[in-house]
């Protein structure tokens, strides 16, 4: 039955009640709160059922047919709730507002939260990244784009031009898990995110109005920014339904402060994840990340999506490296130090959200007592930024929260002794009774001569003297025992004096988790006071974590420390690809890179497999890692600050959106050639590779004439068409360059160095000897490569007329053999005999050919 099929005359009150919540929450799935249990109804009971493989029952609501129906328990709501998550659902959390036992009639129930991918507080999320819930807000001749990441309170907002390119690059290039967008927005674009990027997408057109959360917009000017941010607001608010205070101000994001590059160019690199298996593991971030705490692991991933272009910044990063490396003691305290620290701008969520407990206090608690060496020592180094030292908070930390108190907020042994002077009398009461009580059992034993008596305690009965069945007649009238229970083997009595002591107890008992409750949030609030102080600790804490972490990685693989040019010049010795590095099991061989000011296009050449993708790659990273204010894997270094980069790398297919693979090249071809400026670095691996040979080289060929004459970006151009090479005569700043393989006895050696001059022989065939393809197909392979070599037209562009193969061609070239032969010759001066002889030779040879 679906709920628009029900009549509400005949429903029961429960069903009315969540008829009208669910209303309020369409698009979720509502975890309804009953007793034990969250139940779903209706479609979501049919949803869910097939999604957690749960039975679907029913429930009487007073109509005819029974409601769909399923439930989780609720303790063990969790693992329930992330597989919806996961899988894109919102799943809004209904609960019991009052308390059953209390309650004349219907309990009340409400939704305390709605729970989304991009929204999530609780430790679902990944701790080393973000989790941007983020707005796009559609004025029709330019994108309003704000994203907040709720567990860091961290908010941003830009304004980009009306063009969808550009937004998916803003969108897709952060790690942006949701968004809500208006009603102006293009359908297209949206199936877009849904289909292809996974991503969750709400229809929202409300805003916030209030006045709490002013303050993250209040200072900027842009109306089209803050009503971005304030459309956000509003359904995080409605979402989240806490306290948010630890929202930070906006940041603008510039996007002139940063190198930019597109998704496929963080995908082509493998910048933070494998193109293979979608993997930390073996990327730039994976290499990179020797960080000691989540903060400063998130920092450095965002670093790498998005270096910097100011030099100041670029070239303070680098002074700090170079003094960390000369300070190695003092590196390695530091370190130490940052063992103990947590994820302060977490904790600092939970803390104004309100989700922790009493170990979130204790994490905190270690997190601040690093601080003061961490200060010291930054203070030493002369670090320019420094943290402050929270000594109350600690202290107050220190005294009130107990080391092993339990993850539960609501059972006491939360406080330590010695803060609470009511609370250490509750608990000595407690304590004594409890004792009191022991002292009965023994006063009991001899009063009666009963030896087995004992006292015990139940939740049922609370405290009972138990009797074994043989001792019963033993009990006097005068013992004023009371029979409670009758079990199998024994019996249990009361006394009043038992009962009397239990009321002692338990009350205290019940005060003691009351007062440890309140003394909690008594702490928390006084914690929450200091959020802002902690977010601000938390920056350069994360900063710090990461340069360290850079320093680590640069002295552990003997990274140098680049030099930025204000001129267009690269100039690279001995420069390696980190990773391929650290990864391969061979001795890497490091290349040079050099472009001169005349020079902006490299034309690679080279067999397959010789490492042209490698070298053309290991370009981009080195400025990257640069340019985030690494040190880099060379021998020396100058390079100018870059403002973009470009890539088409590998050839794989865009599976996902079924594009073909030339359709993604040529897209990707013409971001890069609308989008470069002579700032930027342009990487094209193979282009044209995916369409018919002329095609490809006529693009190819057109598309490197423009950026030469036109972009005069720097260049990395790899190409399989050997034709292309001779383009070096005509365009003044190209340069051709090789990997060189060495062949010996039909087998190719890859040296993986890069020479000056264009490569003049394809190795193609024998890697495909190495991959044992069949003998004869090897041998047909050469013949053919033989008679295009013969015909010549390697070194002419666009002479090739025929692609395949035929005795047309053959014969052509004999009969140029015949006539050139005939050219040579001059009958004047040859005798009969001669001409004879020379006319007997050229019809055999005519002959033999024709045969
Ligand atoms: P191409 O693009 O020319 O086909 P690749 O760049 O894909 O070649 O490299 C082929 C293989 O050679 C890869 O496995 C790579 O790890 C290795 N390789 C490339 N360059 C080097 C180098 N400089 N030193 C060591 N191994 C390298
Ligand atoms: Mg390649």
């Given at each position: 039955?679906?709920?628009?099929?029900?009549?509400?005359?005949?429903?029961?009150?429960?069903?009315?009640?969540?008829?009208?919540?669910?209303?309020?929450?369409?698009?979720?799935?509502?975890?309804?709160?009953?007793?034990?249990?969250?139940?779903?109804?209706?479609?979501?009971?049919?949803?869910?059922?097939?999604?957690?493989?749960?039975?679907?029952?029913?429930?009487?609501?007073?109509?005819?047919?029974?409601?769909?129906?399923?439930?989780?328990?609720?303790?063990?709501?969790?693992?329930?709730?992330?597989?919806?998550?996961?899988?894109?659902?919102?799943?809004?959390?209904?609960?019991?507002?009052?308390?059953?036992?209390?309650?004349?009639?219907?309990?009340?129930?409400?939704?305390?939260?709605?729970?989304?991918?991009?929204?999530?507080?609780?430790?679902?999320?990944?701790?080393?990244?973000?989790?941007?819930?983020?707005?796009?807000?559609?004025?029709?001749?330019?994108?309003?784009?704000?994203?907040?990441?709720?567990?860091?309170?961290?908010?941003?907002?830009?304004?980009?031009?009306?063009?969808?390119?550009?937004?998916?690059?803003?969108?897709?290039?952060?790690?942006?898990?949701?968004?809500?967008?208006?009603?102006?927005?293009?359908?297209?674009?949206?199936?877009?995110?849904?289909?292809?990027?996974?991503?969750?997408?709400?229809?929202?057109?409300?805003?916030?109005?209030?006045?709490?959360?002013?303050?993250?917009?209040?200072?900027?000017?842009?109306?089209?920014?803050?009503?971005?941010?304030?459309?956000?607001?509003?359904?995080?608010?409605?979402?989240?339904?806490?306290?948010?205070?630890?929202?930070?101000?906006?940041?603008?994001?510039?996007?002139?402060?940063?190198?930019?590059?597109?998704?496929?160019?963080?995908k082509?690199?493998e910048?933070v994840e494998t193109i293979r298996n979608h993997d930390r593991q073996y990327s730039?971030l994976w290499?990179?990340?020797?960080?000691?705490?989540?903060?400063?692991?998130?920092?450095?991933?965002?670093?790498?999506?998005?270096?910097?272009?100011?030099?100041?910044?670029?070239?303070?990063?680098?002074?700090?490296?170079?003094?960390?490396?000369?300070?190695?003691?003092?590196?390695?305290?530091?370190?130490?130090?940052?063992?103990?620290?947590?994820?302060?701008?977490?904790?600092?969520?939970?803390?104004?959200?309100?989700?922790?407990?009493?170990?979130?206090?204790?994490?905190?608690?270690?997190?601040?007592?690093?601080?003061?060496?961490?200060?010291?020592?930054?203070?030493?180094?002369?670090?320019?930024?420094?943290?402050?030292?929270?000594?109350?908070?600690?202290?107050?930390?220190?005294?009130?929260?107990?080391?092993?108190?339990?993850?539960?907020?609501?059972?006491?042994?939360?406080?330590?002794?010695?803060?609470?002077?009511?609370?250490?009398?509750?608990?000595?009461?407690?304590?004594?009774?409890?004792?009191?009580?022991?002292?009965?059992?023994?006063?009991?034993?001899?009063?009666?001569?009963?030896?087995?008596?004992?006292?015990?305690?139940?939740?049922?009965?609370?405290?009972?003297?138990?009797?074994?069945?043989?001792?019963?007649?033993?009990?006097?009238?005068?013992?004023?025992?009371?029979?409670?229970?009758?079990?199998?083997?024994?019996?249990?009595?009361?006394?009043?004096?038992?009962?009397?002591?239990?009321?002692?107890?338990?009350?205290?008992?019940?005060?003691?988790?009351?007062?440890?409750?309140?003394?909690?949030?008594?702490?928390?609030?006084?914690?929450?006071?200091?959020?802002?102080?902690?977010?601000?600790?938390?920056?350069?804490?994360?900063?710090?974590?990461?340069?360290?972490?850079?320093?680590?990685?640069?002295?552990?693989?003997?990274?140098?420390?680049?030099?930025?040019?204000?001129?267009?010049?690269?100039?690279?010795?001995?420069?390696?690809?980190?990773v391929?590095?650290?990864v391969?099991?061979?001795?890497?061989?490091?290349?040079?890179?050099?472009?001169?000011?005349?020079?902006?296009?490299?034309?690679?050449?080279?067999?397959?497999?010789?490492?042209?993708?490698?070298?053309?790659?290991?370009?981009?990273?080195?400025?990257?890692?640069?340019?985030?204010?690494?040190?880099?894997?060379?021998?020396?270094?100058?390079?100018?600050?870059?403002?973009?980069?470009?890539?088409?790398?590998?050839?794989s297919?865009?599976?996902?959106?079924?594009?073909?693979?030339?359709?993604?090249?040529?897209?990707?071809?013409?971001?890069?050639?609308?989008?470069?400026?002579?700032?930027?670095?342009?990487?094209?691996?193979?282009?044209?590779?995916?369409?018919?040979?002329?095609?490809?080289?006529?693009?190819?060929?057109?598309?490197?004439?423009?950026?030469?004459?036109?972009?005069?970006?720097?260049?990395?151009?790899?190409?399989?068409?050997?034709?292309?090479?001779?383009?070096?005569?005509?365009?003044?700043?190209?340069?051709?360059?090789?990997?060189?393989?060495?062949?010996?006895?039909?087998?190719?050696?890859?040296?993986?160095?890069?020479?000056?001059?264009?490569?003049?022989?394809?190795?193609?065939?024998?890697?495909?000897?190495?991959?044992?393809?069949?003998?004869?197909?090897?041998?047909?392979?050469?013949?053919?490569?033989?008679?295009?070599?013969?015909?010549?037209?390697?070194?002419?562009?666009?002479?090739?007329?025929?692609?395949?193969?035929?005795?047309?061609?053959?014969?052509?070239?004999?009969?140029?053999?015949?006539?050139?032969?005939?050219?040579?010759?001059?009958?004047?001066?040859?005798?009969?005999?001669?001409?004879?002889?020379?006319?007997?030779?050229?019809?055999?040879?005519?002959?033999?050919?024709?045969?």
């Amino acid at each position: 039955m679906k709920r628009s099929e029900v009549d509400r005359t005949k429903i029961s009150p429960m069903m009315k009640q969540y008829l009208e919540i669910k209303e309020k929450y369409e698009d979720t799935i509502i975890f309804f709160r009953l007793g034990d249990f969250y139940e779903m109804f209706f479609e979501d009971a049919m949803t869910a059922s097939h999604e957690l493989e749960l039975t679907l029952t029913g429930k009487n609501c007073g109509l005819e047919e029974r409601v769909p129906m399923c439930g989780i328990p609720y303790h063990a709501y969790k693992s329930y709730l992330d597989k919806l998550i996961e899988k894109g659902y919102k799943v809004a959390i209904c609960e019991q507002m009052t308390d059953p036992k209390l309650t004349k009639g219907m309990v009340e129930r409400d939704v305390i939260q709605v729970v989304t991918k991009g929204t999530r507080l609780d430790d679902a999320i990944d701790s080393r990244d973000f989790n941007y819930v983020g707005s796009i807000y559609d004025f029709e001749y330019c994108y309003g784009i704000s994203y907040i990441d709720v567990s860091t309170g961290y908010v941003y907002g830009l304004v980009i031009d009306h063009e969808e390119e550009k937004l998916t690059k803003e969108i897709i290039n952060r790690n942006i898990k949701e968004i809500i967008v208006n009603d102006k927005i293009d359908r297209n674009i949206v199936n877009q995110f849904r289909e292809q990027y996974n991503l969750l997408v709400t229809f929202r057109e409300t805003f916030y109005e209030g006045e709490d959360y002013q303050y993250i917009y209040q200072e900027i000017k842009d109306v089209r920014l803050s009503t971005t941010v304030k459309f956000l607001l509003q359904y995080l608010l409605d979402t989240k339904k806490g306290d948010l205070s630890h929202l930070q101000k906006l940041e603008l994001v510039d996007e002139n402060e940063h190198l930019l590059f597109d998704v496929h160019t963080k995908k082509n690199l493998e910048l933070v994840e494998t193109i293979r298996n979608h993997d930390r593991q073996y990327s730039l971030l994976w290499l990179l990340d020797k960080t000691k705490t989540a903060m400063g692991s998130r920092y450095l991933k965002a670093n790498i999506e998005s270096p910097l272009t100011e030099k100041k910044e670029i070239l303070r990063r680098y002074d700090i490296i170079e003094k960390l490396l000369t300070e190695f003691i003092k590196k390695e305290e530091l370190k130490e130090e940052f063992n103990k620290v947590y994820d302060l701008e977490r904790l600092s969520s939970r803390i104004s959200y309100g989700n922790l407990n009493a170990r979130d206090l204790l994490q905190l608690k270690n997190s601040l007592s690093a601080l003061p060496t961490i200060h010291a020592i930054l203070e030493e180094i002369g670090y320019d930024k420094n943290v402050e030292v929270l000594e109350e908070l600690y202290q107050l930390l220190e005294k009130s929260i107990n080391e092993d108190a339990p993850v539960t907020v609501r059972e006491g042994s939360l406080i330590k002794p010695g803060y609470h002077s009511e609370l250490d009398e509750l608990k000595n009461i407690r304590k004594n009774s409890k004792d009191f009580i022991l002292q009965i059992e023994n006063d009991e034993k001899e009063r009666t001569g009963i030896k087995n008596l004992k006292v015990g305690f139940n939740k049922v009965f609370g405290y009972y003297i138990e009797v074994s069945k043989g001792s019963i007649p033993l009990i006097k009238e005068e013992f004023g025992y009371d029979r409670k229970q009758t079990l199998a083997n024994c019996e249990r009595f009361i006394t009043p004096l038992l009962k009397e002591k239990e009321d002692i107890i338990l009350g205290a008992e019940e005060k003691i988790i009351e007062l440890e409750y309140q003394l909690f949030m008594q702490i928390r609030g006084i914690a929450k006071g200091y959020i802002g102080r902690l977010q601000q600790i938390s920056k350069v804490l994360a900063e710090v974590d990461m340069m360290l972490s850079l320093a680590t990685v640069a002295e552990e693989n003997n990274y140098i420390r680049p030099t930025l040019t204000e001129e267009r010049v690269i100039q690279i010795k001995e420069g390696r690809h980190p990773v391929v590095e650290k990864v391969s099991k061979k001795d890497y061989v490091p290349n040079d890179i050099s472009m001169g000011k005349d020079t902006n296009i490299l034309l690679i050449t080279g067999p397959n497999m010789a490492g042209k993708s490698t070298y053309m790659r290991q370009l981009a990273i080195i400025i990257i890692m640069a340019q985030i204010g690494s040190f880099v894997p060379c021998k020396s270094c100058v390079i100018p600050i870059f403002d973009k980069i470009f890539t088409r790398i590998g050839a794989s297919d865009d599976l996902v959106s079924g594009e073909s693979t030339f359709m993604v090249e040529m897209k990707e071809a013409n971001i890069a050639v609308s989008e470069a400026t002579e700032h930027s670095l342009i990487l094209f691996d193979e282009l044209g590779r995916g369409t018919a040979t002329y095609d490809g080289m006529s693009l190819a060929q057109a598309i490197l004439e423009y950026i030469h004459d036109k972009i005069k970006a720097k260049t990395l151009f790899s190409t399989h068409y050997h034709e292309l090479t001779s383009l070096a005569s005509d365009l003044s700043n190209l340069r051709n360059v090789h990997v060189s393989a060495m062949e010996e006895q039909g087998k190719i050696t890859f040296l993986h160095k890069v020479k000056n001059g264009a490569v003049d022989k394809s190795y193609g065939i024998h890697v495909a000897s190495l991959a044992k393809l069949p003998t004869s197909l090897i041998e047909r392979a050469n013949e053919i490569l033989s008679v295009y070599e013969q015909k010549g037209t390697k070194q002419q562009t666009f002479t090739q007329t025929s692609l395949f193969l035929d005795f047309d061609s053959k014969e052509t070239s004999s009969e140029n053999e015949i006539v050139q032969k005939i050219n040579e010759i001059n009958p004047l001066e040859m005798t009969p005999i001669e001409a004879l002889n020379f006319l007997y030779e050229i019809t055999k040879e005519i002959k033999n050919e024709k045969k």
